[in-house]
């Protein structure tokens, strides 16, 4: 027999079609799939422990593979994109119910829901992490929180600054130092009154 010289990825494929709600359904549970793919044809694979969703090659989706009937799984992070034109769902949407975010974030939250549009408010800033990362958000509103100045404007600032580098300080060459420091003559300022072109 010839030897294997590749692993084996051993899981069940099969083509499916994500609904207009961002889910795939597999074994009669239903699964999350990015907003931006609502209604393409996907290929679904089941491994034993995990459930992914792929396109083109890549996985674009991935859960821990469910053995229960009739649940539904969703990760917030998939409907990102339909909080930007929907931010009062973050409120009552079921991909947001229980979304455990990270501490610094929950805090804002927070904060931020018990203000008029401060869901839309929030959502400026969950849109930020798509460009800037996570770490740098969680900073950026750990520094608003310790100046207790928690609004999304002075957090993005906060984001942006994080993200622009330190310029150094220029040292200014010994050449270039003056010998003799100016003295403050206002009546140089005076004299100027006695030019012709002056007047």
């Given at each position: 027999?010839?030897?294997?010289?590749?692993?084996?990825?051993?899981?069940?494929?099969q083509?499916?079609?994500?609904?207009?709600?961002?889910?795939v359904?597999?074994?009669?549970?239903?699964?999350?799939?990015?907003?931006?793919?609502?209604?393409?044809?996907?290929s679904?694979?089941?491994?034993?422990?995990?459930i992914?969703?792929v396109?083109?090659?890549?996985?674009?989706a991935?859960?821990?593979?469910c053995?229960s009937?009739?649940?539904?799984?969703l990760?917030?992070?998939?409907?990102l994109s339909?909080?930007?034109?929907?931010?009062?769902?973050?409120?009552h949407?079921a991909?947001?119910?229980?979304w455990?975010?990270?501490?610094?974030?929950a805090a804002?939250?927070a904060r931020?829901?018990?203000?008029?549009?401060?869901?839309?408010?929030?959502?400026?800033?969950?849109?930020?992490?798509q460009?800037?990362?996570m770490?740098r958000?969680?900073?950026?509103?750990?520094?608003?929180?310790?100046h207790?100045?928690?609004t999304?404007p002075?957090?993005?600032?906060?984001?942006h600054?994080l993200?622009s580098?330190?310029r150094?300080?220029?040292?200014?060459p010994?050449?270039?130092?003056?010998?003799?420091a100016?003295?403050a003559?206002?009546?140089?300022?005076?004299?100027?009154?006695?030019?012709?072109?002056?007047?």
């Amino acid at each position: 027999l010839r030897v294997i010289t590749a692993l084996f990825d051993g899981y069940f494929e099969q083509p499916c079609r994500v609904s207009s709600t961002c889910l795939v359904a597999y074994d009669r549970n239903r699964y999350s799939v990015p907003a931006e793919f609502a209604g393409q044809r996907v290929s679904l694979r089941a491994w034993a422990d995990r459930i992914g969703v792929v396109v083109d090659g890549r996985v674009v989706a991935e859960h821990a593979r469910c053995f229960s009937r009739e649940r539904l799984l969703l990760d917030p992070w998939h409907y990102l994109s339909v909080l930007e034109k929907k931010p009062g769902a973050l409120r009552h949407g079921a991909p947001f119910q229980h979304w455990a975010l990270p501490a610094p974030l929950a805090a804002v939250k927070a904060r931020l829901m018990q203000t008029p549009q401060g869901d839309r408010a929030f959502v400026e800033i969950l849109l930020a992490l798509q460009e800037h990362g996570m770490e740098r958000v969680s900073v950026a509103c750990e520094l608003a929180l310790e100046h207790r100045t928690v609004t999304a404007p002075v957090i993005l600032n906060h984001v942006h600054r994080l993200a622009s580098p330190v310029r150094p300080v220029s040292q200014v060459p010994t050449t270039l130092t003056l010998q003799t420091a100016p003295a403050a003559n206002c009546q140089r300022y005076d004299a100027l009154l006695e030019v012709p072109h002056a007047r």
